[in-house]
T-cell receptor, first 115, second 111 residues
Framework: EAGVAQSPRYKIIEKRQSVAFWCNPI?????LYWYQQILGQGPKLLIQ????????DSQLPKDRFSAERLKGVDSTLKIQPAKLEDSAVYLC?????????????FGPGTRLTVT | AQSVTQLDSQVPVFEEAPVELRCNYS??????LFWYVQYPNQGLQLLLK??????LVKGINGFEAEFNKSQTSFHLRKPSVHISDTAEYFC?????????FGTGTRLLVSP
């Protein structure tokens, strides 16, 4: 079974530029998550999708971050414009079901450096 | 709000020695607790989870954890570590359908 795929693995941009990350979840997983992991901290949930719909985006900085999940499969996370404090690893995860009983499977992440 | 606290940012240990990584939780409702491992340049992998039932939970790679309600703890243990266990370990709790992670403990195993 293929795992969660993410691309690119690394990205370096200058502040005020835009960037996009792509995630392909495990086949059949209805729930998809985007996390931000700043160096020295645990992952923080940015947004959670259930199929096409957003379940939780309470911690997504909506003035600069956006995410979509077209057709309930792949997802894209965008930052525009980027700030220095956006430097982090962006993790995508997916699960068959939501809640504590739905084990989340994580991709390898995209390491973003904003200079 | 539910949260977890990992008391140690880094734990150095020699190969084949036992190890305990500490995690304390804060919750006023049903408690669901998890331990994840993150190897360098990789995503997180679930080690074990406590949802209900037996307070001693066994996970992958020889790890186990004990849910202690009176001490609000969920410490992770392994009786004998290997070099390959060097990684970052995250304790997490689940509330309102989302995981809340601790700040992580870096386990450094040396020969």
């Amino acid at each position: 079974e293929a795992g969660v795929a993410q691309s690119p693995r690394y990205k370096i941009i200058e502040k005020r530029q835009s960037v996009a990350f792509w995630c392909n979840p495990i086949s059949g997983h209805a729930t998809l998550y985007w996390y931000q992991q700043i160096l020295g901290q645990g992952p923080k949930l940015l947004i959670q999708f259930q199929n096409n719909g957003v379940v939780d985006d309470s911690q997504l900085p909506k003035d600069r971050f956006s995410a979509e999940r077209l057709k309930g499969v792949d997802s894209t996370l965008k930052i525009q414009p980027a700030k220095l404090e956006d430097s982090a690893v962006y993790l995508c995860a997916s699960s068959l079901q939501t809640g504590a009983f739905g084990e989340q499977y994580f991709g390898p992440g995209t390491r973003l450096t904003v200079t | 709000a539910q949260s977890v606290t990992q008391l140690d940012s880094q734990v150095p240990v020699f190969e084949e020695a036992p190890v305990e990584l500490r995690c304390n939780y804060s919750s006023s409702v049903s408690v669901y607790l998890f331990w994840y491992v993150q190897y360098p340049n990789q995503g997180l992998q679930l080690l074990l989870k406590y949802l209900s039932g037996s307070t001693l939970v066994k996970g992958i790679n020889g790890f186990e954890a004990e849910f202690n309600k009176s001490q609000t703890s969920f410490h992770l243990r392994k009786p004998s570590v290997h070099i390959s266990d060097t990684a970052e370990y995250f304790c997490a709790t689940s509330g309102f359908q989302k995981l809340v992670f601790g700040t992580g403990t870096r386990l450094l195993v040396s020969p």
